[in-house]
T-cell receptor, first 113, second 114 residues
Framework: AQSVAQPEDQVNVAEGNPLTVKCTYS??????LFWYVQYPNRGLQFLLK??????LVKGSYGFEAEFNKSQTSFHLKKPSALVSDSALYFC???????????FGAGTTVTVRA | DVKVTQSSRYLVKRTGEKVFLECVQD?????MFWYRQDPGLGLRLIYF???????EKGDIPEGYSVSREKKERFSLILESASTNQTSMYLC?????????????FGPGTRLTVT
């Protein structure tokens, strides 16, 4: 079984401040971890992935995420948030890249000007 | 650019109606997926299809069926719509031999069953 937890329904930050969106996972075997973003009235867009290698992965739009195996976490970060980063963010996991992606409940990020 | 389109952005149906949600992709993708998205639950996989006329159940197939008669089109069918099927439905597709995370998602259909 595989699952993802996003402990925060909402994250509110001021523009220019650091942004962190939390994610923890549970999976048997090697985790493949992903972040997606959904802007209003748009489909999901892929942001970044961790498959293997460096624990800090960089993705689109200035986002990065840190894989922590001991804490089974994969938190999404951005050093300086923009108002345009306001969206719904999903963390997802797949065990050994099989057919199934398991998504978290999502975190709504609001960046105020 | 890959394009995944869904026939309706918003749909309102009555309880007991048969509902068809259509998804079309224009990049010759073999694999197609249907998810539903609910607040607090994230995305859950309903059905997926490896190729034409092939289908597999996902995590929550009850109350749904699918049809894949042509490669570009994957239909989700609610045989008898119920209010608990009010949700946002997302379609996705990808090439057979690319990683799972390389799915392209459509914009979604928000279905309300009254």
């Amino acid at each position: 079984a595989q699952s993802v937890a996003q402990p925060e329904d909402q994250v509110n930050v001021a523009e220019g401040n650091p942004l962190t969106v939390k994610c923890t996972y549970s999976v048997s075997g090697n985790p493949y971890l992903f972040w997606y973003v959904q802007y209003p009235n748009r489909g999901l867009q892929f942001l970044l992935k961790y498959i293997t290698g460096d624990n800090l992965v960089k993705g689109s739009y200035g986002f990065e995420a840190e894989f922590n195996k001991s804490q089974t976490s994969f938190h999404l970060k951005k050093p300086s948030a923009l108002v345009s980063d306001s969206a719904l963010y999903f963390c997802a996991v797949s065990a050994n890249n099989d057919y199934k992606l398991s998504f978290g409940a999502g975190t709504t990020v609001t960046v105020r000007a | 650019d890959v394009k995944v389109t869904q026939s309706s952005r918003y749909l309102v149906k009555r309880t007991g109606e048969k509902v068809f949600l259509e998804c079309v992709q224009d990049m010759d993708h073999e694999n197609m997926f249907w998810y539903r998205q609910d607040p607090g639950l994230g995305l859950r996989l309903i059905y997926f299809s490896y190729d034409v006329k092939m289908k597999e159940k996902g995590d929550i197939p009850e109350g749904y069926s699918v049809s894949r008669e042509k490669k570009e089109r994957f239909s989700l069918i609610l045989e008898s719509a119920s209010t608990n099927q009010t949700s946002m439905y997302l379609c996705a597709s990808k090439l057979r031999d690319v990683p799972l995370w390389e799915q392209y998602f459509g914009p979604g259909t928000r279905l309300t069953v009254t």
